[in-house]
C-alpha cells in the first residue's frame, strides 16, 4: 500500500506538470522575478516614435497601441514636393513596427491557444480529484515521464495536488484552493487570447491604413511633377509665340 501511495505521489505531481513555464506567463501566474515582455516594450518605444506623438492625447486601442494616422488630404502632411521622401520613409518605419508587433502578437497569441488546453486539462483533473472520496479505491493511472515512455501508478484519494509553475517551482495546493486558482489563470489566459486576436485586428488594420496613405502620397507627387511638366511645357510655348520669328 505504501508503494501505491508513493505511486500515487508521483502520479499526482506529474499529472499537474502541464502547466508549463509558457503557459504559466500566458495565464498571467507570477514569479518572484519581474519579467518585461519584449512586446510591452516594443508598444512604448513605438508610442514614443509614433508620427502621432505631436499629440499628447494621441487616440490608442486599450493595450495602448496607437492608431496611425489617416491622411484624407495629403496637404495636410506634405506642402510640397521636398518633403514627400521624408514623409514616405516615416510612413514606411512605422509600418515596419507595425509589423514587428503584429509578429509578437501573433506568436503569443499562438502560445496561448497551445496552452489554454493544457490548463484546462490540468483543471478537469484537479476537478475529478475532488469528486473522489476518502474510501474510494485508488485509481489506476499512466502517466508521461518523457516523450516516449510512459509508467503506471495508483493514485489514491487525496486533499492536496502539486502543481508545477514552471522556473522549477512546484507548490502544494489544498484541492479548493488548486480549482480556484485554476479557474482564475484559465480565465485571465481566455482574455488575454481573446485581447491578442483583437490587437491582430487592430494592427493589420493599422498597417492597411498606413499602405493606403503611402500610396496616396506617392500619387500627389505623381501628380504633382505632372503638373510641373505641363507647366513648364505652357511656359516654353509662351516663349515662342513672344520671340520674334528668326
Not at 499529472?15 to 516594450?41: K, Y
Not at 514623409?87 to 496561448?112: D, P, V, W
Not at 498606413?210 to 509662351?238: F, M
Request: proline letters at 4%; aromatic letters at 8%.
Amino acid at each position: 500500500m505504501e508503494a501505491g501511495a508513493n505511486s500515487g505521489r508521483l502520479q499526482q505531481k506529474l499529472n499537474f506538470s502541464a502547466l508549463s513555464e509558457h503557459a504559466r506567463q500566458a495565464a498571467g501566474v507570477q514569479h518572484p522575478f519581474c519579467v518585461v515582455s519584449l512586446f510591452s516594450i516594443n508598444i512604448q518605444s513605438f508610442r514614443k516614435q509614433s508620427l502621432t506623438q505631436s499629440s499628447k492625447n494621441a487616440a490608442t486601442n486599450p493595450r495602448g497601441i496607437p492608431y496611425a494616422p489617416f491622411v484624407d488630404k495629403v496637404e495636410d502632411y506634405v506642402s510640397s514636393r521636398l518633403e514627400v521622401d521624408g514623409t514616405m520613409k516615416s510612413f514606411q518605419e512605422m509600418i515596419s513596427k507595425y509589423q514587428f508587433m503584429e509578429a509578437n502578437t501573433q506568436r503569443r497569441n499562438q502560445g496561448l491557444k497551445e496552452k489554454i488546453p493544457d490548463i484546462q486539462k490540468t483543471l478537469d483533473t484537479v476537478q475529478f480529484l475532488k469528486t473522489q472520496k476518502p474510501d474510494s479505491d485508488p485509481i489506476e493511472a499512466i502517466f508521461e515521464l518523457n516523450d516516449t515512455l510512459y509508467a503506471k501508478a495508483l493514485v489514491p484519494p487525496t486533499e492536496e495536488v502539486y502543481l508545477w509553475l514552471g522556473a522549477n517551482v512546484m507548490l502544494s495546493y489544498p484541492i479548493a484552493e488548486a480549482e480556484t486558482l485554476l479557474e482564475s489563470k484559465l480565465a485571465a489566459a481566455q482574455e488575454n487570447l481573446a485581447n491578442c486576436e483583437e490587437d491582430l485586428d487592430f494592427l493589420r488594420e493599422q498597417i492597411t491604413t498606413l499602405e493606403v496613405a503611402t500610396a496616396r502620397v506617392y500619387n500627389w507627387d505623381i501628380t504633382q511633377k505632372r503638373k510641373e511638366k505641363t507647366e513648364q511645357a505652357d511656359e516654353g510655348d509662351v516663349e515662342k509665340r513672344v520671340l520674334p520669328n528668326g
